[in-house]
């Protein structure tokens, strides 16, 4: 995982600095581990309410399609 954080600051004479921070974190070497922890419930969700938004589906579909994505997310996570 990379996180990185910027800070925009001015000195005393008025100039204009950015400082930057990177990190890069090890979360581990087993590729499907992290998979296993997350929340699939909480991302279909997510998923769904964007895709609602960027595509103006109307409310009534929005159950089903919720229920849809969080049955695929579980399949893909338990393989």
């Not at 590729?31 to 969700?45: I, K, R, V």
Request: aromatic share 8%; with cysteine.
């Amino acid at each position: 995982m990379y996180v990185q954080s910027a800070l925009l600051y001015s000195t005393a004479d008025g100039e204009r600095r950015i400082r930057v921070h990177n990190a890069a974190i090890p979360l581990t070497n087993i590729h499907h581990l992290p998979f296993e922890f997350m929340d699939t419930s909480a991302l279909a969700l997510y998923w769904a309410r964007s895709a609602i938004a960027r595509s103006q589906i109307n409310a009534g579909n929005f159950a089903s399609l919720q229920s849809q994505i969080v049955l695929q997310l579980q399949n893909i996570c338990r393989a």
